[in-house]
Protein backbone atom coordinates (compact mmCIF):
# COMPACT_ATOMS: atom_id res chain seq x y z
CA UNK A 1 0.00 0.00 0.00
CA UNK A 2 2.77 2.49 1.14
CA UNK A 3 4.39 1.98 -2.36
CA UNK A 4 1.63 2.17 -4.60
CA UNK A 5 1.30 5.90 -2.29
CA UNK A 6 4.53 6.69 -3.73
CA UNK A 7 4.04 5.88 -6.90
CA UNK A 8 0.70 7.97 -7.38
CA UNK A 9 2.40 10.96 -6.06
CA UNK A 10 5.17 10.77 -8.14
CA UNK A 11 2.89 9.84 -11.32
CA UNK A 12 1.11 13.44 -9.64
CA UNK A 13 4.51 15.37 -9.86
CA UNK A 14 5.30 13.96 -13.35
CA UNK A 15 1.47 15.15 -14.49
CA UNK A 16 0.72 11.75 -15.03
CA UNK A 17 -2.66 10.57 -14.17
CA UNK A 18 -2.83 7.21 -12.25
CA UNK A 19 -5.60 4.86 -12.13
CA UNK A 20 -5.92 1.77 -9.45
CA UNK A 21 -7.86 -1.15 -9.35
CA UNK A 22 -9.24 -2.64 -6.06
CA UNK A 23 -10.62 -5.32 -4.41
CA UNK A 24 -13.73 -5.41 -2.03
CA UNK A 25 -11.03 -5.58 1.12
CA UNK A 26 -9.57 -2.88 -0.26
CA UNK A 27 -12.13 -0.54 -0.80
CA UNK A 28 -12.02 1.93 1.82
CA UNK A 29 -7.36 1.94 1.80
CA UNK A 30 -5.79 5.02 1.63
CA UNK A 31 -3.77 3.54 -2.02
CA UNK A 32 -7.49 3.52 -3.78
CA UNK A 33 -8.53 7.19 -2.77
CA UNK A 34 -4.75 8.18 -4.16
CA UNK A 35 -5.31 7.07 -7.54
CA UNK A 36 -7.00 9.47 -10.03
CA UNK A 37 -9.45 6.78 -11.19
CA UNK A 38 -10.26 3.62 -9.37
CA UNK A 39 -12.18 0.90 -10.68
CA UNK A 40 -13.27 -2.20 -8.58
CA UNK A 41 -12.17 -5.74 -9.42
CA UNK A 42 -14.54 -7.84 -7.56
CA UNK A 43 -14.48 -10.02 -4.29
CA UNK A 44 -11.46 -9.77 -1.92
CA UNK A 45 -10.02 -13.40 -2.88
CA UNK A 46 -6.61 -12.53 -5.38
CA UNK A 47 -7.96 -15.10 -7.76
CA UNK A 48 -10.95 -13.49 -8.31
CA UNK A 49 -9.55 -9.51 -7.67
CA UNK A 50 -5.61 -9.26 -8.31
CA UNK A 51 -4.79 -12.40 -10.04
CA UNK A 52 -7.74 -12.16 -12.30
CA UNK A 53 -5.54 -10.76 -15.25
CA UNK A 54 -8.38 -10.22 -17.54
CA UNK A 55 -10.54 -7.69 -15.17
CA UNK A 56 -6.76 -5.81 -14.71
CA UNK A 57 -6.80 -5.44 -18.47
CA UNK A 58 -10.17 -4.61 -18.88
CA UNK A 59 -9.94 -1.96 -16.36
CA UNK A 60 -7.05 -1.07 -17.85
CA UNK A 61 -8.59 -0.44 -21.44
CA UNK A 62 -11.89 1.28 -19.96
CA UNK A 63 -9.67 3.84 -18.41
CA UNK A 64 -7.57 4.75 -21.32
CA UNK A 65 -4.42 4.07 -19.36
CA UNK A 66 -0.89 4.07 -21.09
CA UNK A 67 1.32 1.70 -18.73
CA UNK A 68 0.71 -1.12 -16.15
CA UNK A 69 2.57 -1.54 -13.03
CA UNK A 70 1.67 -5.02 -11.97
CA UNK A 71 2.77 -4.89 -8.90
CA UNK A 72 4.56 -6.74 -6.76
CA UNK A 73 4.65 -10.60 -6.47
CA UNK A 74 0.72 -10.94 -7.94
CA UNK A 75 1.08 -10.44 -11.99
CA UNK A 76 4.58 -8.88 -11.99
CA UNK A 77 5.02 -12.78 -12.10
CA UNK A 78 2.84 -13.97 -14.45
CA UNK A 79 4.54 -14.12 -18.17
CA UNK A 80 1.23 -15.02 -19.64
CA UNK A 81 -0.41 -11.58 -18.00
CA UNK A 82 2.77 -9.31 -19.67
CA UNK A 83 2.22 -10.98 -23.06
CA UNK A 84 -1.45 -10.11 -22.69
CA UNK A 85 -0.43 -6.61 -22.29
CA UNK A 86 1.74 -6.46 -25.11
CA UNK A 87 -0.69 -7.99 -27.36
CA UNK A 88 -3.31 -5.19 -26.49
CA UNK A 89 -0.91 -2.43 -26.62
Not at 29 to 42: I, K, S
Request: proline share 3%; with cysteine.
Amino acid sequence: MKIACRIFRTLERLGIESVRVFSDADVAAPHVAAADQAFRLGAAPLAQSYLNADLVLSAALESGADAIHPGYGLLSENARFGGKVARRA
